[in-house]
Structure formats: C-alpha cells, structure tokens
C-alpha cells in the first residue's frame, strides 16, 4: 500500500514537471513554434496560441500572448483575395448570394475553430471584482469599389442548409453545439452562437431562438457592399475567483457586424 502511494506520488510530481517544462517551453519557444506551424498557414499558429495560453494560466493570467493576425478578405466581381492574395479555392465567374455566403460561412468556421470552438478558456481575466467583454477580431471583409449598392442575402439558410467541407455536420450546427446552458447570474440561454444572425447582439434569450432567426431573415439578414464588416470572437469573463468560486463561467460568442458593432459590445480588443 505504502509502495502504491509513493508510486502515485511520483506519477503526479512527474506530471507537474511535465507540465512546468511544457509551459517553459512554450513561453520561451512561442516563435519557433509559429515558425514551423507556418506552413500550416496562420490559422493552426492562431489555434497553437489559444491552446497555451489558456493552458498555462494563474489565477487568470498567462505569460503567453495570442498570434492570431487578422484576415483581409476582399471580394470582387470574379474573385476573392485574402490577405493581398488571390484565392484558389473560391473560382467563380460572377459574386452572388451563394458565393458570398460560402466565402462568410467559412470565415465563421474558421474563427470558431481556431479559438477552441468555446471550449477553451482563453484571454486573460481580472483577479477579483470585473467582469469584461474580451473581443479578438478574426477577419475584415470588404468588397471592391465596383461592387457598388450591391447586397447578398441568404447567410442564415446558408448556413443551415450546407455541410462543412468533407464533413457530415452543417455549419449552423458547428457555430452552435457549444453554447453555455449558464450565462452569469441569470441563468438563462445566451445568445451565444446566434450572433452571425443577430449581426453581432448579444442580448440574452430564453425560448425565443426560432423567432429571432426569423425576425432576422426577414429584415437585416444581408450584407451590402458599400459597408465593410468583421468577423470576430468574443468572451464575456467574469473575474477570476468568480469563476473559480462557480458563481460565474465564460461564455463566447462568435460575431459579424461593422466596425461600430464591435466597438459597442467589445470593452477590451486583443488584436
């Protein structure tokens, strides 16, 4: 018995030097890492991030910082630039409805992903006494000047009616399936991963979510071309004893709206 406690013990201080030696490595490592990640584009360098640094965190602070750079998605008539490059996996003739919405679709998919799918507690969080809104801008979508008094609707059936590339679950389904059952001290249903069709809003709901989609498909459902838009993720933290305590969890949303949407809901900007 006395033989099997020692050898738990070692297990665990084994663990703890493990861990302590990871943590090292990374904090010290961070650009190597993104370095060979590199090839794997920005997106997994973006995902790396998030994962250490909601990994090595004390009392709600971390010495790992994110990189996860925006992206520049610029659409034009027959084609799709990200980041100043014209993108292969978008060939088309003419923009439409469809197009667009796909090219939205992914950048939703995409942000939701490499911020750990609101699973992962990430950004850094007050020690006592604050609750924030810590906001992480994925992508910046704008259209080409040509383009003009131009929109595109559908987003939302896009969205429930088209799987995800080489998958069986339909992106609608993805954006959703983590969202928080608790949300502070009222207990009700977030918005949470309703935001793309809410353009952003986080108001909170209880059993209204059918109504609201529909509210929104009949009226502000589209993006129209003389506006620039952002995707963006967004956590509402409580602070960190709160939540260590149980009265309070994270909750994180993923977000489309304007420049002045996300000023109004995001108190804190990480990138």
């Known amino acids: 018995m006395i033989d099997g406690k020692r050898s738990m013990g070692y297990s665990t ?3 703890i030097i493990l861990l302590l030696v990871l943590a090292y490595v990374l904090l010290t490592n961070t650009n190597t890492f993104a370095g060979i990640l590199k090839k794997g584009g920005d997106i997994e360098v973006c995902r790396l991030s998030v994962l250490a640094q909601a990994s090595v965190k004390l009392a709600g602070q971390s010495p790992l910082s994110l990189k996860c750079p925006r992206r520049e998605i610029k659409l034009f ?11 292969a996996k978008y060939e088309f003739k003419k923009l439409d409805d469809n197009i667009v ?12 992903y490499k911020m750990g799918e609101g699973e992962v507690n990430v950004f850094q969080q007050a020690y006592v006494t604050e609750i924030d809104t810590v906001c992480l801008i994925c992508s910046e979508i704008s259209f080409d000047q040509k383009l003009e008094n131009k929109q595109f609707q559908g987003l939302v059936d896009y969205l429930k009616g088209n799987k995800m590339h ?18 502070l001290l ?8 309703y935001t793309p069709w809410g353009w952003g809003t986080t108001d909170r709901i209880t059993n209204n979510v059918e109504e609201n989609l529909q509210k929104y498909k009949e009226g502000s459902n589209s993006l129209v071309t003389n506006k620039n838009y952002v995707i963006y993720f967004l956590a509402h933290k409580p602070d960190w004893l709160t939540e260590f305590i149980g009265v309070a ?7 489309l709206g304007d420049n002045t949407k996300v000023a109004k809901e995001c108190r ?4």
């Open 249 to 255: 969890i994270s909750a994180h949303y993923i977000g």
């Open 101 to 112: 919405n796909k090219i939205v679709a992914e950048e939703l998919r995409l942000c939701w």
């Open 13 to 15: 201080l084994a663990i």
């Open 268 to 271: 804190r900007l990480v990138n």
């Open 166 to 183: 080489e998958t069986d679950i339909y992106y609608f389904d993805y954006l959703i399936r983590s969202q928080r059952n608790t949300y």
């Open 186 to 193: 009222w207990g009700n249903i977030p918005w949470s991963q």
């Open 77 to 87: 008539n027959d084609k799709v630039e990200i980041n100043g490059k014209k993108e």
